[in-house]
Every structure is written in C-alpha cells, then in structure tokens.
C-alpha cells in the first residue's frame, strides 16, 4: 500500500484570506449572518471580490467548510511527517495532532457543528464533507499499513479500512470532547487516552504508541 501524501488545494493569498475571513464570520454570525458584506468587513476588501474569486457567497462559504476540513488534514499530516520512519511514531504523531492545538480547538468544534447541520440537508456540503473524510480515511490506513506488516499481522486493504474506520471515530470523538471545552478534565490528558485506546483498537503492545507522547524536542 504506497503512502499518500496530503497536499493543500494551490491557493493564492487574497483566496486564503478570503476562506478565513468567511470562517471568522461563520464563527461570530453564523451561517444566516455570514453575508457577503460581513465578509468582506472581515476579509477588508469589497464584496466584489468575493464574486470575482468565487461566483457567489453561497460558493464561497461551501470552500470555507472543504477549507477548514483540509487545514486540520493537512495540520496532523505534517505532524507525522516529522516523526521519522518508524510507522508506530508516524501513526502517534498524527493521532496526538488530531487531539491538541491548533486542531483542538474551540472554534474549530464551534464551527464543524455550524456546517454539520448543512452536512444532512445539503448535497453539496454532503459531497465535500464524504470526500474530505475519505481522505483522511485513506491516510489512516496508508499509515497503520506499515505499522501492522512490522508486527506481522494481517496488513489486507480491508483489515486496513477496518482499523482505519475505528481509529477515525476514536480521533473525532476525543476531538469533539476536548473542543467543548467543557472544564471536566484537562484537555492534556487526551493524547494518553487516545493513543492508549488506539493500542487498544489495533491490539498493540501496551506503549507502543504511547513512548512517543513525550515531545521530541
């Protein structure tokens, strides 16, 4: 199974402030609110430029919510990307960046439950939100791949996926619970308890991942 890296749509500068602008008023108005004119106030530049960029408002605040799912991709990727090698440090890294800041977040939970309700009523939210979590899908599995041929157990496209499917809901689980920030516990706690379910879920000896909780710098 070849590794996929995950690669951000090419955008230029005035787009990506464009996106974020849209986010941060989705964030303070609302989906209802989030007109083209609050925007652009966000944004500093003319509602004009939102039309020459995307078409429409409408279009725009759809990139917004692909936008705000790539970014948290890409954040946990990156992350992996710098534990080395070893596939049981990989899989880790990219679980703890999935549970702690920037991808942890207030916003980012306040935000995904905002276009949530879009998700079900709407079929082109539906697509980007299916496509978006395919993605991080595939990446799941590219990365336990190589972790469960070094413990030589059955490393098939569908043992994969199976492992994948149960690590993504512990991953949007914990994520969830820690953006509420709800107070209950300390939200540093969640890369213990997600790397020690996921020895769990994988059936790894006890520390395999955990060992590489510690920061390596």
């Not at 008023?25 to 989030?34: I, Q, R, T």
């Not at 590219?142 to 059955?154: D, G, N, Q, S």
């Amino acid at each position: 199974m070849s590794r996929k890296t995950f690669q951000r749509l090419p955008l230029d500068e005035r787009r990506r402030s464009l996106l974020e602008a849209t986010l941060d008023s989705v964030a303070e108005d609302g989906l209802n609110g989030a007109s083209a004119r609050r925007i652009a106030e966000h944004a500093g530049v003319t509602a004009g430029l939102i039309r020459h960029y995307f078409g429409s408002k409408d279009a725009m605040v759809r990139a917004a919510y692909g936008y705000l799912l790539e970014q948290m991709t890409a954040e946990a990727t990156q992350s992996a990307e710098k534990g080395g090698e070893a596939p049981e440090q990989r899989l880790a890294r990219f679980i703890v960046a999935n549970v702690t800041a920037p991808n942890l977040s207030s916003r980012k939970v306040s935000l995904w439950a905002t276009f949530i309700g879009r998700v079900r009523s709407d079929s082109t939210y539906a697509d980007i939100h299916r496509e978006r979590y395919r993605e991080f899908l595939a990446l799941l599995e590219t990365l336990i791949h190589p972790l469960l041929l070094a413990f030589e157990r059955p490393a098939d496209p569908v043992t994969c996926q199976r492992y994948a499917i149960a690590l993504n809901a512990l991953i949007d689980g914990l994520w969830l619970e820690g953006g509420l920030g709800h107070g209950l516990y300390d939200a540093r706690r969640l890369p213990g308890i997600a790397l020690s379910a996921a020895e769990g879920i994988l059936a790894l000896p006890e520390g395999t991942l955990v060992q590489f909780i510690v920061d390596d710098g």
